[in-house]
T-cell receptor, first 115, second 111 residues
Framework: DTGVSQDPRHKITKRGQNVTFRCDPI?????LYWYRQTLGQGPEFLTY????????KSRLLSDRFSAERPKGSFSTLEIQRTEQGDSAMYLC?????????????FGPGTRLTVL | QKEVEQDPGPLSVPEGAIVSLNCTYS??????FMWYRQYSRKGPELLMY????GNKEDGRFTAQVDKSSKYISLFIRDSQPSDSATYLC???????????FGKGTMLLVSP
């Protein structure tokens, strides 16, 4: 257990529905990342926050995706009008960008299945 | 050309074998190199982190980086069944940037 928690662990939804995932990082970590991982692939970067500011978004993050990190603590990732292609594991990672390196610690992920 | 190439396996070895896992990359901007281990249905777990060419050892694990050839390796000595997992290589441009992952190599260590 890295100390990063994600909720829910599994989500099954029907196409067209909206879903929201939550990530609680390690408490003193100021950076929070979202990645997506499909079967047989490595994680792909979606977006990241430093404190409450969203500093970078991947081109993978379509308009249907939105992420927030109010008050620089937990973060939520919302997917609107889900599509079957959104089925994947959504991983959250956090880090403490204080030294010259930025080790990212991953949570257990939320597995999304879109029917 | 893909930025990162990693053989997906599976790689099957008997317990006690020395395992060699490899990745190649094409982006010269990559400066920091990592190996993550991922058990089935779990998040990735950091194993090794290095930013220079050469070898770095941690217990049964040795990470090797060759920046001139854009090649990194992970060696596992005295492999155990508990080492059965997917091993992901990862890179970043700097100490603070996002990670680029390989597809992962599935390792199976049989008793």
């Amino acid at each position: 257990d890295t100390g990063v928690s994600q909720d829910p662990r599994h989500k099954i939804t029907k196409r067209g529905q909206n879903v929201t995932f939550r990530c609680d990082p390690i408490s003193e970590h100021n950076r929070l990342y979202w990645y997506r991982q499909t079967l047989g692939q490595g994680p792909e970067f979606l977006t990241y926050f430093q404190n409450e500011a969203q500093l970078e978004k991947s081109r993978l993050l379509s308009d249907r995706f939105s992420a927030e990190r109010p008050k620089g603590s937990f973060s939520t990732l919302e997917i609107q009008r889900t599509e079957q292609g959104d089925s994947a594991m959504y991983l959250c990672a956090s880090s403490l960008a204080r030294t010259s390196t930025d080790t990212q610690y991953f949570g257990p992920g939320t597995r999304l299945t879109v029917l | 050309q893909k930025e990162v190439e990693q053989d997906p396996g599976p790689l099957s070895v008997p317990e006690g074998a020395i395992v060699s896992l490899n990745c190649t990359y094409s982006n010269s901007a990559f400066q920091y190199f990592m190996w993550y281990r991922q058990y089935s249905r779990k998040g990735p777990e950091l194993l090794m982190y290095t930013y220079s060419s050469g070898n770095k050892e941690d217990g049964r694990f040795t990470a090797q980086v060759d920046k001139s050839s854009k090649y990194i390796s992970l060696f596992i000595r005295d492999s155990q069944p508990s080492d059965s997992a997917t091993y992901l290589c990862a890179w970043s441009n700097s100490g603070y940037s996002t990670l680029t992952f390989g597809k992962g190599t599935m390792l199976l260590v049989s008793p």
